[in-house]
């Protein structure tokens, strides 16, 4: 092409309104139009000597510079979306389009045309970033979970730092600060300790409007600062761009969110400040409704701890435990209540139910419910005519609401349990050897007005036997009834729930693998059990004061035999899952006739014994169970589905002759 073609080409290219440039074959920018220098402000040589890649954002120009390269090596159009530096600074995004233009056969050159897209590439950007903003937030479980969700969104996508400040009682509490380095986190936390911000000293909360500081200089923070101490540590966070929006809902001020960048990345732009004003409001509707939320559940939550028993009855021979597990993933409290109480002819009453709907009202409802239970009962009813009295005490209170509900009466003479159940899952009895008694039996729910509930008799329940009860919410976690009630049948065939020391809380491990879709109530009755006792792997005093409780109980108890020999296979096994499974141990202990036997539970990896243990008995790897094995009989472990390990042996010792 000569002069005068390539200046009518330039001539035609200074008409266009975009950024237009030419390069030669290998790539070499040989002209730009005049949109370039107005926009970038460089000068000629400038542009010439390489001004196209000096312009291109540094996070983009190894993507730019691969595609091009690609397309000079193939001949093929580069189309990339890339910023380009204005002569403010500032960046904005551009179409960058390429085509080579052929003589002879051959690209003769490149014919570059740059588009500004920044408005449209930016609010694509937004309004992504706002709809995963709506579902990271509309995730949340809670208040803390929301703003949780909302501080790692904004970091890094919208800035380096986010920190979120709640009004409570007319002071501004700091509860969220994020940033990517957890070092950088911890130092924001302590100057928030030390330097709190004041609510006057806030722009965004006094005024309702955001505080922009695109460009934060000393002077420009000089009226948040405190002291001398104040300014060194705020300047050591590094940040350069300030941005304060408040949150805020249905006419009230929740707080504000504040936002930072380091001089890493370029500062706040108009578009930033009006992105963090909407993510703010609509953060503020989803947190205000967590927190009202909240504040119901934290009512609900404090009116059941009333309403439920403060402790259980204490009877020779029985031992109750119960726990309780509040859902995870609904923010309103259930209505679930356990019960247990003693009549004055010494029968005990034990009753578990389970009101529809949540929060306050199903907590008020439940109150109900279980007290009516126990009024019915202390008139001397069976459990059907109790069942019966409290169906007619609901349908007359609530007659729009329905329950479940199980209610037995045992009598610790006999170990005589009657029983009835009012569309409540069925509880179950473990024998001594492991047989599963399901207690089936007849009856509708409660507030259906037909009071047709059967009552049914276990007579003489054998020692060692296990009563659980439990309310739906427990086989329900998995989203699959036969599944929950599988892991329910395996954990209690298993006898490693009749030595723990809660048994309660050891079903509640084994089956509810999974966050609690809904409130879990259990309550186990033990027929004749041993002694149990139960600390942390870490706690090392409980550890030590458990040891010495186990030796004088098993030298009460026996007559011969190697008591030091007894208290070292218990301190080897503990040892051992003090090594490897850090976290809650029970350890029970089981006369068999003459012999007692040992059982250690863990809350660790499943593991196998050794077919053949070491012959070095100071070897370290798998001395202790040597000796266990060695000084024991019967040595034997088991793994427990969802649990841990169950490992057993007997002791060598004898009962005491009477």
Partial sequence: MND??????????????????????????EWFNARWYDYTGQNVAQALAGGYAAAIHPADLVVVREAFAHAIETGDPLANEHRLRAADGSYRWHLGTARPLHEAGQIARWIGVSTDVDERRRSADAMAFLADAAEALGNAIDLDAALAALAKLVVPTLADWCSVYLLRDGELVPHTVHHRDPVKRAFAWDILRRYPLRPEQSHALRTGEPLYIPVATPQMLAPWIIDEQHAAAIASLGFNSVLAVPLAARGGTLGIMQLLREPHRDPFAPADRDLAVVLAQRAAVVLDNARATERERRIAHTFQEAALPRALPRIDGLRLDVVYVASERDAGIGGDWYDAFVLRDGKLVVSIGDVAGKGVDA??????????????????????????????????????????????????????LVYASAGHPPALLRSPGGALLTLTTSGPPLGLRAPNHVVRTIAAIPPGSVLVTYTDGLTEATQNVLEGERRLNDVLSDDAVVYSANPARFVRDAVLRENARDDVAILVVGFGRDAHWSFDAEDAMAAHGARSSFVQYLAAGADEGDLAAAELIFGELVGNVVRYAPGPIDVGLEWNDERPTLHVL????????????????????????????ALGEGLAVNAVPGRGNHVRVVLPIRRKRR
């Fill in 4 to 29: 005068d073609s390539a200046r009518g080409w330039r001539e035609a290219l200074e008409a266009i309104p975009q950024i237009v440039w030419t390069a030669d074959p290998s790539g070499r920018t």
């Fill in 363 to 416: 907590a008020v409802l439940m109150s109900s419910l279980r007290q009516a239970v126990r009024v019915a009962a202390y008139q001397g009813l069976d459990p059907a005519a109790v069942l019966a009295a409290t169906d007619e005490a609901l349908s007359n209170e609530r007659p729009d609401r329905i329950a479940t509900a199980f209610v037995g009466i045992l009598d610790p003479a006999t170990w005589t």
């Fill in 602 to 629: 863990d809350r660790g990896p499943s593991f196998d014994l050794a077919a053949a243990l070491p012959t070095d008995v100071l070897s370290e790897t798998g001395r202790g169970l040597f000796i266990v094995d």
